[in-house]
C-alpha cells in the first residue's frame, strides 16, 4: 500500500525537515504539534526554529500546498512521531530517567485516527523497549484494530522505530545523505518503513529489530559521549602536568589507529549529554564506562569556573592597585557547539552564568551568532570581539566559531578550552 498523505508528529529540530522532506517529493503531509505558535508560524510557510536551509523548503512546501501544520492529528498513511524525550526531574547525583510522557502523549492523540494499513513510526530517541510500549499505548485506545505484538504479520497496524541520526546546522542534507536504521515490530513493518524513507534517503536503510534500533542510537551517542570525556579527562590531566593537550592529541592522532576527539567547556546539545542515560538508568550497574563518562564531561564546566577564579586570583596578585569589582571578564561563545547560535543546553551558557553569579565587575560575552542577551544573563553585556579583546582583563574561550578561529588573543590570564588561541 502506497503512502499518499503523511503525518509527522512533533514539529521540531527533526519533525519539521522531515515533514518538508517528504512535502519536497510531493507527499501531501500534515504536521501536527501542540504549540500553537509553531502551528501558525509553519501555516504561513516560514519557521520556528533555526536550522540552515530549512525556511526555504518550509516555504515551497507550503507555497504549493504539500504541506500544512494542525493542533490536531487527522487521518492519514503514516505516521512519524518526533516529539521531545527528555528525563523526568531528579536529585543531583541520582541517575535520571527518560520521560515517554510525550510519545504517550502523541500515540493517544493519533490513536483516534488510525485505520486498517496505516504505519506507525517511532523517531524519538528512545530506551529500550519504548516502541513496544508504544504499540501497547495504541492497542489500549484501539481495541477494534489488530497490532504487531498481538497479531504478528497479520496485523492491521504496522509499527517500527527509525531513530532520527541528523547533525544540527546539516540537518537537511543528512536527513538525504544518511544511513538509516529501520526496526519493525515484524519484518512487514520493518519493510513497508522502508518503502516509506526511500521516498528522500539516498542512504542505505538497514532493517533490524526495534530494540536494536533504539540501542542504535543509543549506542551512537554514547560512544561520542564516551570519546569526549576521554579527550576532557586527558585536557584536566595535562594541565597539571603542564602539557599542551591540543600538541598531545594531534601528536597522538598521528598513529594509523587513534583518533581522539576535541576537548572543550563541557558537552551540550539536547542528545549526547541526554541519551547515554538512557542507558545508564536501564543498566545501572553494567553501564559502568557510559556512567562515568557522562560525569567527566557534566564536570568540565565546573572546571573551567575554577580556572577562571584562579585567572582572576593570578590577576589581582600582579595588579595590587585593583579591586575584583574592577576585574573585567570576556567569555568568548555561548552556543553549544560551534558555527550555530543554538544556546540550549550549553555548557558555555552555564559557565558564564556561573561566572556572572560570583564575580562583581564587569562580564562580557561575545557571540556572533546571536543578536542579543537572554533575560538569563541579565547581569552580562553582549559586545563585538575587539571591545572584549581591548577592555577586558581576564579572557575565557569557550566556543570555537570560526569567526574566533580568524583572530588572535595573546594574554597571561586566558583561559582556553578549545585550544585556539
Ligand atoms: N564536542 C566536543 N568535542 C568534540 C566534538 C563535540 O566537546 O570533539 C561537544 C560539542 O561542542 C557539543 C557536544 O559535544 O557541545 C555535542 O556536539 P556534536 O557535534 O558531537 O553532536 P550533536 O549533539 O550536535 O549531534 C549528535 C550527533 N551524534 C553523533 O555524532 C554520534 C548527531 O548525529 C545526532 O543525530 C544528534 O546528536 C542527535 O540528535 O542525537
Not at 24 to 50: C, E, L, M
Not at 79 to 89: R, S, Y
Not at 279 to 304: L, Q, Y
Amino acid at each position: 500500500m502506497s503512502f499518499e498523505t503523511i503525518s509527522v508528529v512533533g514539529l521540531g529540530y527533526i519533525g519539521l525537515p522531515t515533514a518538508a522532506m517528504f512535502a519536497s517529493r510531493k507527499k501531501k503531509v500534515i504536521g501536527v504539534d501542540v504549540n500553537q505558535h509553531a502551528v501558525d508560524t509553519i501555516n504561513q510557510g516560514k519557521i520556528h526554529i533555526v536550522e540552515p536551509e530549512l525556511d526555504k523548503l518550509v516555504h515551497a512546501a507550503f507555497e504549493y500546498g504539500y504541506l500544512k501544520a494542525t493542533l490536531t492529528p487527522e487521518p492519514a498513511d503514516a505516521f512519524l512521531i518526533a516529539v521531545p524525550t527528555p528525563f523526568l526531574p531528579c536529585n543531583e547525583g541520582e541517575i535520571p530517567t527518560p520521560d515517554l510522557s510525550y510519545i504517550e502523549a502523541a500515540s493517544k492523540a493519533i490513536a483516534p485516527v488510525l485505520k486498517k494499513g496505516d504505519l506507525v513510526i517511532l523517531e524519538s530517541t528512545s530506551p529500550v523497549g519504548a516502541t513496544e510500549q508504544m504499540a501497547c499505548w495504541l492497542a489500549e485506545v484501539r481495541s477494534d484494530l489488530t497490532f504487531p505484538q498481538t497479531h504478528g504479520e497479520d496485523a492491521d497496524i504496522n509499527i517500527a522505530h527509525c531513530p532520527e541520526r541528523v547533525l544540527p546546522g546539516h540537518v537537511v542534507r543528512e536527513l538525504v545523505e544518511n544511513d538509516r536504521v529501520v526496526g519493525g515490530l515484524t519484518p512487514k513493518c520493518s519493510q513497508r518503513s522502508v518503502d516509506l524513507y526511500q521516498t528522500f534517503v539516498q542512504g542505505e536503510c538497514v532493517i533490524t529489530n526495534a530494540r536494536t534500533a533504539e540501542m542504535t542510537k543509543l549506542t551512537e551517542n554514547s560512544c561520542r559521549d564516551v570519546q569526549i570525556a576521554f579527550a576532557n579527562e586527558l585536557s584536566i590531566i595535562c594541565d597539571k602536568l603542564d602539557i599542551d593537550v591540543w600538541e598531545l592529541i594531534s601528536l597522538a592522532n598521528r598513529h594509523p589507529r587513534i583518533n581522539i576527539l576535541q576537548p572543550g567547556p563541557g558537552v551540550g546539545g539536547h542528545c549526547i549529554a541526554v541519551d547515554p542515560w538512557f542507558i545508564v538508568s536501564e543498566m545501572p550497574v553494567e553501564a559502568k564506562i557510559i556512567h562515568t563518562a557522562r560525569k567527566v564531561n557534566d564536570s568540565k564546566p565546573g572546571w573551567v569556573v575554577d580556572k577562571t577564579k584562579m585567572a582572576i586570583a593570578d590577576f589581582l596578585q600582579e595588579n595590587t592597585n585593583k579591586t575584583a569589582k574592577e576585574v573585567k571578564i570576556a567569555c568568548y561563545g555561548l552556543a553549544f557547539k560551534p558555527d550555530i547560535g543554538d544556546l540550549r543546553e550549553s555548557p558555555a551558557m552555564q559557565i558564564v552564568k556561573e561566572i556572572a553569579s560570583f564575580h562583581t565587575g564587569n562580564v562580557i560575552a561575545v557571540e556572533p551568532n546571536i543578536q542579543q542577551l537572554s533575560s538569563s544573563l541579565e547581569k552580562v553585556e553582549l559586545q563585538s570581539f575587539d571591545v572584549a579583546k581591548s577592555t577586558s582583563d581576564i579572557h575565557v574561550m569557550l566556543v570555537d566559531h570560526k569567526e574566533f578561529k580568524a583572530e588572535s588573543l595573546n594574554s597571561p590570564y586566558l583561559v582556553d578550552t578549545k585550544g585556539i588561541w
